[in-house]
C-alpha cells in the first residue's frame, strides 16, 4: 500500500511564501509521476503542479511562474514552494502520484492520495 503523506501547511499572509512537502512510502518512488492538486470550499478539486519522473514539470495558469514543484527521490518526497501567494491560493492541497512516465492534469490520473494540508492566505 503506497501512502503519502503532506505537510507544511499554514496560514500566511498575501505575498508570503510557504512551501509544503509530501513524503511517499512508494520502493519505486522515481518511477512515479507527482502532482498537486488543491481544493477550496464549495469547488471542485483542481491540478496545481505536476513534475513527471523525468523531472518534465506542468503548472496551472493561475499559479505558474509563482509555484514551483520539485522531488528528491532520495528522500522520496515532493514539494511544492509556494511565492506571491494570494487569499485565492487558500485551499486543502492534495499529494497525488501514479506509477507512470507521463503527467496528468486529472484526478483520474493518480491512483494515490494524501490526506491534504491546509494552506489559508489571509490578512
Known amino acids: 500500500q503506497v501512502q503519502l503523506v503532506e505537510s507544511g501547511g499554514g496560514l500566511v499572509q498575501p505575498g508570503d511564501s510557504l512551501r509544503i512537502s509530501c513524503t511517499c512510502s512508494?520502493?519505486?518512488?522515481?518511477?512515479?509521476?507527482m502532482a498537486w492538486f488543491r481544493q477550496a470550499p464549495g469547488k471542485e478539486r483542481e491540478f496545481v503542479a505536476g513534475i513527471a519522473r523525468s523531472g518534465s514539470v506542468d503548472y496551472a495558469n493561475s499559479v505558474k511562474g509563482r509555484f514551483t514543484i520539485s522531488r528528491d527521490n532520495a528522500k522520496n518526497t515532493v514539494y511544492l514552494q509556494m511565492s506571491t501567494l494570494k487569499a485565492e491560493d487558500t485551499a486543502v492541497y492534495y499529494c497525488a502520484g501514479a506509477f507512470s512516465i507521463t503527467l496528468s492534469r486529472s484526478e483520474q490520473g493518480y491512483a494515490y492520495w494524501g490526506q491534504g494540508t491546509q494552506v489559508t492566505v489571509s490578512s
Open positions: 512508494a520502493r519505486t518512488f522515481s518511477g512515479y509521476a
